[in-house]
């Protein structure tokens, strides 16, 4: 491996050794997940061309065209956000290193992205300078990138910085020119790059200052020396926390209920609540109901501050959710929506690792031709600190009187009147 500018923070040479290590083992974890739900074509480490769609593209021999089929990369494919790469361009062994983690070969290289666009969405790359170096021996840039992760808080991770391409001649064909090496600098360190997957950079008026951050870094130093596990059973830990909660479509997020329907939800409001620096926030989110048309709910809950979350119960948010519902347009209710005492469930959303959720059940009063929507927590265990198991939220719409609630298919067939013969309601076959 080459070496880097000592003086800027964002190398792989200044990132801590226990930083490495909980990002190489995110890796692997992550690669992992992605091998056992995939199949196929669709796995991350398939060939080349099905992972890049780099496949009959051609080499090049003078410096001026590799400079042009990089800036290609970037302008056009945003390559390290997508994988999709000039595979001609690399050579196979090539060593890729970025602040956090070094590897070799362009086929890991490409498992890695692919692996980690299951997490991303929002993806951008902007290519800002490129130029040969003065000695002529590679190729640097200048970038700014953003992309949000598909966690539960939906944290921005936004980096400035660079990647020098080292290329030489490939041994295979004197011909022909190869990137050797890819090495990323970025203008901020690898902690404050990590920390920004816990939400505490990148939005906007809420920036956190240098001081806050480094006392967030320490925190978390500490979090990792003190923890029981080995770096690689925390990794995983925190990978089956993700993995478990973590939607993987694009978007809109959803969650999922007891049938093959999905409720959608969407963000409505971010407010900060108590705390000097590091605010609770209470978070409005929409959602719909699959089987209710012209109906939305509106669900407020608080999520606690990332220096809480260090103290206590890193993966436990409070459950005392409040519950409200408004008419968006004409109601409809699908004749599959349960009619029983016991309702049906809407949504679902774990609060912990393991023993909390938020659920809200729909229920139906044919009688009054409402609808109603409660609000509830659940837990498995007997932590319960703010008696939220004893709480609930309610609301209640009702169905237009030009449309009241459509009767079960149950309810129709136990209503009409019987066929004397056979003793099966009338229209039965």
């Known amino acids: 491996m080459r070496e880097q500018d000592g003086s800027k923070a964002g190398t792989y040479g200044n990132t801590p050794t226990v930083l490495k290590g909980v990002v190489s083992a995110l890796t692997g974890g992550l690669n992992s997940f992605a091998d056992a739900t ?7 480490g398939r060939s080349a061309a099905a992972v890049s769609g780099g496949e009959g593209r051609s080499g090049v021999s003078s410096t001026a065209d590799l400079v042009e089929a990089i800036r290609e990369d970037y302008t056009q494919r945003a390559y390290f956000l997508t994988g999709d790469i000039n595979d001609s361009l690399y050579a196979d062994e090539c060593v890729f290193t970025d602040p956090t983690i070094s590897f070799k070969g362009l086929q890991t290289w490409k498992r890695n992205i692919a692996s980690l666009k299951l997490l991303t969405t929002d993806r951008r790359l902007d290519l800002q300078d490129i130029r040969v170096s003065p000695e002529g021996s590679s190729i640097q840039t200048k970038w700014t990138l953003s992309v949000t992760l598909k966690l539960p808080w939906r944290p921005l991770v936004s980096i400035s910085g660079g990647t020098t391409h080292y290329f030489a001649s490939d041994p295979a064909d004197s011909g022909r020119l190869v990137v050797t090496e890819h090495v990323e600098e970025w203008d901020v360190s690898g ?4 920390l920004q997957l816990f939400g505490t950079k990148g939005r906007g ?5 240098e001081e806050n951050n480094r006392g967030i870094m320490m925190a978390f130093k500490n979090l990792l020396k003190g923890f029981s596990l080995p770096p690689r059973g925390l990794v995983m830990l925190s990978l089956f926390t993700l993995f478990t909660t973590v939607p993987f479509a694009d978007s809109p997020q959803v969650a999922q209920i007891g049938t093959a329907q999905a409720a959608e939800k969407r963000l ?37 501050p990332i220096t809480e979350r260090f103290q206590k119960d890193f993966f436990s948010d409070p459950t005392s959710v ?34 909390k959720s938020i659920k809200v059940r729909r229920l139906i009063d044919e009688k009054s031709n409402n609808i109603i929507y409660v609000a509830y927590s659940t837990r498995f265990g007997d932590d319960d600190s703010n008696k ?6 309610i609301c209640a719409l009702s169905v237009n009187a030009q449309q009241p ?11 009409a009147p019987a066929d004397p013969k056979s003793g099966q309601p009338k229209g039965d076959s």
């Not at 995939?38 to 991350?44: I, R, T």
């Not at 609630?405 to 209503?415: G, R, Y």
């Open 322 to 355: 409040s519950l409200t519902c408004a008419q968006s347009g004409p109601v409809k209710i699908s004749p599959s929506a349960s009619r029983s005492k016991d309702g049906e469930e809407v949504i679902s959303e774990a609060r912990s690792l393991l023993f």
């Open 388 to 393: 939220s198991r004893f709480k609930s939220s």
């Open 268 to 304: 409505v409001g971010e407010i900060a609540g108590s705390g000097l620096i590091f605010k609770d926030t209470l978070n409005v989110e929409a959602w719909s109901d699959p089987k209710v048309e012209g109906v939305t709910i509106y669900i407020a809950d608080f999520a606690r």
């Open 191 to 194: 902690w404050e790059a990590f």
């Open 38 to 44: 995939s199949s196929g074509a669709d796995k991350p």
């Open 405 to 415: 609630v459509a009767p079960s298919p149950q309810s129709v067939a136990s209503s």
């Open 205 to 209: 008026s809420d920036q956190r200052d």
